[in-house]
């Protein structure tokens, strides 16, 4: 292989090896265009096969050296001669020598790897750039001269910059290479998605080209199914849907301003829409927000004032404006405004002009022009009572669930453009009196219709209103005092605790839910199953013990064909402390395994813990079962933690790749996450079940877990959608912490049976849940669900459909 001594056209190396991966690269300079094949030998003995068809930009300079050196002259080539052969887990536990050779050729590439020697990392690893093919682009670069330095990330399309970013996240989907905080997430600018491939070159600070440069970037952003006529192609019209749903597209929330101005604009067929839309008279009430002085801030007052009533007189429904007495003579009248006294004299005022609907704007704020249209959308369905949209502040956007309590108590998030039909305050008045400010009437409203919320509350998810300036202090208490009543009303031992989460955009608290002495005595079973991992196991099995103080609480091990001697002492010494040791032999099925204990299970609740969980704090218990001890609960999850403190589980959001994932996963413990869902309580579709608790009752219900269709993965999911098909909410706690070294027990997918195993188990989900996974109601379809991406930190390219939407669990295809 030396061209000082052979004349051999075969060039290349094995650069090294590291988790299992052998890296390296093969040319032959006689025909650079071809792929070679190589095979992968162990102690001589063939092992496997594999093609040198990865790019390797590192190698441009020596490829070039190469075959400028041949006697031949190539007019085009590339450098896609790099190879990475998936040894497999097996391979930790081998002894020799790993050589590679070119098939059928007696030609030996130089870097044998004796497995027994410690490796550093080979050079390959040093840089990657990936993507989709869509606007966001991934990978790492690590400064071979300093490697606790961060790179600085460029790309270029020809010759002009176009994106740069700095080499220091720790991204999840690098979470298998291994290259701690050297990993980037670089978004392209939203002209590139113009359906033309473009192929973009990216480089380090030094304009060295990152392996996997350059990157061929094609997509159209308003989606392929929008350039053809569905009713004249209606086979290609499904297919690209299908593909859309299967591969989606996303863009960086850097480029919000530019996809609004292409989505968030007014629906089409206007004339339409408007015959459709339900014939409704809207009083707008204009609330002082920031401005609760008005004399002393009397000329901005008159230009909030005026920008405020600019927006609503481009409304292209024309409401009725209600405006407070003491601001009369700052702007002149406009049209169709009236002066009055006071909050409550606006809303009498607004019943007794026979408004069909009432909604409050702070002076300052603004509407879109189509905001109003819109929003009555949401009042079609006459058991409609109350609307909210989304919202936008200082260029950030606000995309919000479907209607989801322990949320709303926590952010205020339907406050912004809530629109409330005046029959539901009418009603209110029969018991009460007149509701004398903003927030106290918007939660007076939310609690009036809270036994019917799931049907009569509905989102539209648009951004409609934008907040214009931050909320006061006395706005945020005065938000969080009428919460708070509203909620004792409800629950009248719960309260909130306020928390600051550094922003003036939405109030922050914490839903403290209080535990009787009878509810403490509620019987828990924490089932747990093992396969030996004595040493996960034991952690798992102390930190629970030195954690909880539950007054009857049994614990159940599952022994799913253990055979260490030290697993069976460790299973006699805790079986006299009283934990249940279950035997089940046989295929790891973690499905049966869980409904065959809870068959045997003594408790009314039952938490399903994986083997590989610890419990940080006291009182994590507690806080779970304060919250599925309440009617209408079906599950509850904690807020799940990787050794390094990295969010590992913030609840399963659907969709993601047309499956599902967990959110949270690019998160430090306590950053707050997009407004708060990262340190808030909230309602979610699914929790995972490495710490899962639901009543046992409610487990049997809808027949447990589905170990034929899911033995290991999606049954948690499963479980969890058939508990809301059921009525039941699933919420998912961030004040319960717990560690989780994910998958450390069982491995990760990385044979070709596992691999298998899990294709058919997304096969199955997909089929069961079909479009379900579209339309997850705590996410919102103007978000990404593209698999690198981290959810909440992209859009949508293009949107999902924006419906007006309710609560409850969407109906399948």
Same mark, same amino acid.
């Given at each position: 292989?030396?061209?000082?001594?052979?004349?051999?056209?075969?060039?290349?190396?094995?650069?090294?090896?590291?988790?299992?991966?052998?890296?390296?690269?093969?040319?032959?300079?006689?025909?650079?265009?071809?792929?070679?094949?190589?095979?992968?030998?162990?102690?001589?003995?063939?092992?496997?096969?594999?093609?040198?068809?990865?790019?390797?930009?590192?190698?441009?300079?020596?490829?070039?050296?190469?075959?400028?050196?041949?006697?031949?002259?190539?007019?085009?080539?590339?450098?896609?001669?790099?190879?990475?052969?998936? %040894?497999?887990?097996?391979?930790?536990?081998?002894?020799?020598?790993?050589?590679?050779?070119?098939?059928?050729?007696?030609?030996?590439?130089?870097?044998? *790897?004796?497995?027994?020697?410690?490796?550093?990392?080979?050079?390959?690893?040093?840089?990657?750039?990936?993507?989709?093919?869509? %606007?966001?682009?991934?990978?790492?670069?690590?400064?071979s001269r300093d490697a606790a330095a961060h790179q600085e990330i460029k790309a270029f399309l020809g010759d002009s910059l176009i994106a740069q970013t700095k080499a220091n996240l720790l991204h999840p989907a690098l979470r298998?290479?291994?290259?701690?905080?050297?990993?980037?997430?670089?978004?392209?600018?939203?002209?590139?998605?113009? !359906?033309?491939?473009?192929?973009?070159?990216?480089?380090?600070?030094?304009?060295?080209?990152?392996? &996997?440069?350059?990157?061929?970037?094609?997509?159209?952003?308003?989606?392929?199914?929008?350039?053809?006529?569905?009713?004249?192609?209606?086979?290609?019209?499904?297919?690209?849907?299908?593909?859309?749903?299967?591969?989606?597209?996303?863009?960086?929330?850097?480029?919000?301003?530019?996809?609004?101005?292409? +989505?968030?604009?007014?629906?089409?067929?206007?004339?339409?829409?408007?015959?459709?839309?339900?014939?409704?008279?809207?009083?707008?009430?204009?609330?002082?927000?920031?401005?609760? $002085?008005?004399?002393? #801030?009397?000329?901005?007052?008159?230009?909030?004032?005026?920008?405020?009533?600019?927006?609503?007189?481009?409304?292209?429904?024309?409401?009725?404006?209600?405006?407070?007495?003491?601001?009369?003579?700052?702007?002149?009248?406009?049209?169709?405004?009236?002066?009055?006294?006071?909050?409550?004299?606006?809303?009498?005022?607004?019943?007794?002009?026979?408004?069909?609907?009432?909604?409050?704007?702070?002076?300052?704020?603004?509407?879109?022009?189509?905001?109003?249209?819109?929003?009555?959308? &949401?009042?079609?369905?006459?058991?409609?009572?109350?609307?909210?949209?989304?919202?936008?502040?200082?260029?950030?956007?606000?995309?919000?669930?479907?209607?989801?309590?322990?949320?709303?108590?926590?952010?205020?998030?339907?406050?912004?453009?809530?629109?409330?039909?005046?029959?539901?305050?009418?009603?209110?008045?029969?018991?009460?009196?007149?509701?004398?400010?903003?927030? $106290?009437?918007?939660?007076?409203?939310?609690?009036?219709?809270?036994?019917?919320?799931?049907?009569?509350?509905?989102?539209?998810?648009?951004?409609?209103?934008?907040?214009?300036?931050?909320?006061?202090?006395?706005?945020?208490?005065?938000?969080?005092?009428?919460?708070?009543?509203?909620?004792?009303?409800?629950?009248?031992?719960?309260?909130?605790?306020?928390?600051?989460?550094?922003?003036?955009?939405?109030?922050?608290?914490?839903?403290?839910?209080?535990?009787?002495?009878?509810?403490?005595?509620?019987?828990?079973?924490?089932?747990?199953?093992?396969?030996?991992?004595?040493?996960?196991?034991?952690?798992?099995?102390?930190?629970?013990?030195? =954690?909880?103080?539950?007054?009857?609480?049994?614990?159940?091990?599952?022994?799913?064909?253990?055979?260490?001697?030290?697993?069976?002492?460790? +299973?006699?010494?805790?079986?006299?402390?009283?934990?249940?040791?279950?035997?089940?032999?046989?295929?790891?099925?973690?499905?049966?395994?869980?409904?065959?204990?809870?068959?045997?299970?003594?408790?009314?609740?039952? &938490?399903?813990?994986?083997?590989?969980?610890?419990?940080? =704090?006291?009182?994590?218990?507690?806080? /779970?079962?304060?919250?599925?001890?309440?009617?209408?609960?079906?599950?509850? !999850?904690?807020?799940? %933690?990787?050794?390094?403190?990295?969010?590992? =589980?913030?609840?399963?959001?659907?969709?993601?790749?047309?499956?599902?994932? #967990?959110?949270?996963?690019?998160?430090?413990?306590?950053?707050? !996450?997009?407004? &708060?869902?990262?340190?808030?309580? $909230?309602?979610?579709?699914?929790?995972?079940?490495?710490?899962?608790?639901?009543?046992?009752?409610?487990?049997?219900?809808?027949?447990?877990?589905?170990?034929?269709?899911?033995?290991?993965?999606?049954?948690?999911?499963?479980?969890?959608?058939?508990?809301?098909?059921?009525?039941?909410? *699933? /919420?998912?706690?961030?004040?319960?912490?717990?560690?989780?070294?994910?998958?450390?027990?069982?491995?990760?997918?990385?044979?070709?049976?596992?691999?298998?195993?899990?294709?058919?188990?997304?096969?199955?989900?997909?089929?069961?849940?079909?479009?379900?996974?579209?339309?997850?109601?705590?996410? #919102?379809?103007?978000?990404?669900?593209?698999?690198?991406?981290?959810?909440?930190?992209?859009?949508?390219?293009?949107?999902?459909?924006?419906?007006?939407?309710?609560?409850?669990?969407?109906?399948?295809?």
């Amino acid at each position: 292989m030396d061209k000082s001594t052979s004349p051999s056209p075969w060039h290349g190396a094995i650069d090294g090896m590291h988790n299992n991966l052998l890296y390296g690269w093969a040319l032959n300079v006689l025909d650079p265009n071809a792929r070679v094949v190589l095979e992968v030998c162990l102690n001589s003995e063939v092992i496997g096969s594999v093609i040198a068809d990865v790019m390797r930009s590192d190698l441009a300079t020596e490829i070039k050296a190469l075959l400028s050196e041949s006697s031949l002259h190539h007019s085009t080539f590339d450098f896609c001669h790099g190879f990475v052969a998936d %040894l497999g887990s097996a391979f930790q536990q081998q002894n020799g020598s790993l050589t590679v050779r070119v098939a059928n050729i007696d030609v030996i590439l130089p870097g044998a *790897i004796d497995l027994q020697v410690p490796r550093k990392p080979p050079t390959a690893l040093t840089s990657k750039v990936f993507s989709d093919s869509a %606007l966001c682009l991934l990978g790492w670069c690590i400064d071979s001269r300093d490697a606790a330095a961060h790179q600085e990330i460029k790309a270029f399309l020809g010759d002009s910059l176009i994106a740069q970013t700095k080499a220091n996240l720790l991204h999840p989907a690098l979470r298998s290479y291994d290259v701690g905080s050297h990993g980037f997430e670089l978004n392209l600018p939203l002209e590139l998605a113009d !359906g033309v491939e473009h192929l973009v070159r990216v480089t380090d600070a030094l304009g060295n080209e990152l392996n &996997g440069s350059p990157v061929a970037v094609c997509c159209y952003a308003t989606g392929g199914k929008t350039l053809i006529d569905p009713d004249r192609e209606p086979v290609l019209a499904q297919l690209l849907e299908s593909y859309e749903r299967y591969l989606p597209r996303s863009l960086g929330m850097c480029s919000y301003k530019e996809w609004s101005s292409l +989505f968030e604009v007014a629906p089409t067929n206007d004339l339409a829409r408007k015959k459709a839309l339900p014939k409704l008279r809207v009083g707008i009430m204009l609330c002082a927000g920031s401005f609760e $002085q008005a004399n002393s #801030h009397a000329t901005e007052l008159t230009q909030a004032l005026e920008d405020t009533l600019s927006s609503l007189a481009q409304q292209d429904i024309k409401p009725q404006i209600y405006l407070q007495s003491d601001w009369q003579n700052k702007p002149a009248k406009k049209p169709r405004q009236r002066a009055l006294p006071s909050f409550s004299s606006m809303l009498q005022n607004a019943l007794d002009d026979q408004c069909d609907v009432i909604a409050c704007v702070r002076v300052g704020d603004t509407l879109l022009p189509h905001a109003l249209s819109c929003a009555l959308e &949401g009042f079609t369905n006459p058991d409609t009572q109350i609307v909210y949209t989304d919202s936008e502040c200082a260029g950030t956007p606000w995309f919000k669930p479907a209607w989801n309590p322990e949320y709303a108590l926590a952010s205020d998030y339907p406050l912004e453009l809530m629109l409330v039909r005046c029959s539901v305050l009418e009603a209110y008045l029969n018991q009460k009196a007149m509701p004398s400010a903003q927030a $106290q009437f918007a939660w007076e409203m939310l609690s009036a219709v809270w036994p019917q919320a799931e049907s009569a509350i509905v989102h539209v998810p648009r951004v409609l209103y934008q907040q214009n300036s931050a909320l006061s202090e006395s706005e945020k208490q005065a938000r969080t005092e009428s919460a708070q009543l509203a909620l004792q009303v409800l629950e009248p031992e719960s309260r909130l605790l306020p928390q600051n989460p550094n922003t003036g955009t939405f109030s922050a608290r914490r839903i403290c839910r209080h535990l009787s002495q009878s509810e403490r005595n509620t019987a828990v079973t924490l089932i747990i199953p093992t396969r030996d991992r004595v040493n996960l196991l034991s952690r798992c099995i102390s930190t629970l013990q030195a =954690h909880t103080d539950w007054p009857n609480l049994e614990i159940i091990v599952i022994d799913n064909d253990s055979v260490e001697t030290k697993t069976k002492t460790y +299973f006699q010494r805790i079986a006299k402390q009283g934990i249940k040791i279950l035997s089940i032999p046989g295929v790891f099925n973690f499905a049966t395994l869980n409904n065959q204990a809870v068959d045997v299970a003594k408790g009314e609740v039952i &938490g399903l813990i994986n083997n590989d969980i610890e419990a940080l =704090h006291d009182g994590w218990l507690d806080e /779970i079962m304060s919250h599925l001890l309440r009617p209408g609960v079906g599950a509850v !999850g904690a807020k799940l %933690l990787w050794p390094n403190g990295m969010v590992q =589980h913030g609840g399963v959001l659907l969709g993601v790749g047309n499956v599902a994932a #967990h959110f949270g996963n690019r998160l430090a413990d306590q950053d707050w !996450g997009d407004h &708060g869902r990262n340190q808030l309580l $909230q309602q979610v579709s699914s929790v995972t079940a490495a710490c899962l608790f639901l009543r046992k009752c409610d487990y049997l219900a809808v027949g447990g877990m589905d170990g034929d269709a899911f033995p290991v993965a999606f049954n948690d999911v499963d479980l969890c959608l058939k508990l809301r098909q059921l009525g039941k909410s *699933i /919420i998912w706690t961030p004040y319960a912490h717990l560690l989780h070294a994910e998958s450390a027990s069982r491995g990760h997918e990385d044979t070709p049976q596992k691999r298998a195993r899990a294709e058919r188990e997304i096969n199955i989900f997909r089929q069961r849940w079909g479009a379900c996974l579209l339309r997850d109601p705590a996410y #919102h379809p103007s978000l990404n669900l593209d698999s690198h991406r981290h959810a909440f930190a992209g859009l949508a390219l293009p949107p999902r459909d924006r419906s007006p939407r309710s609560a409850g669990l969407f109906k399948c295809d």
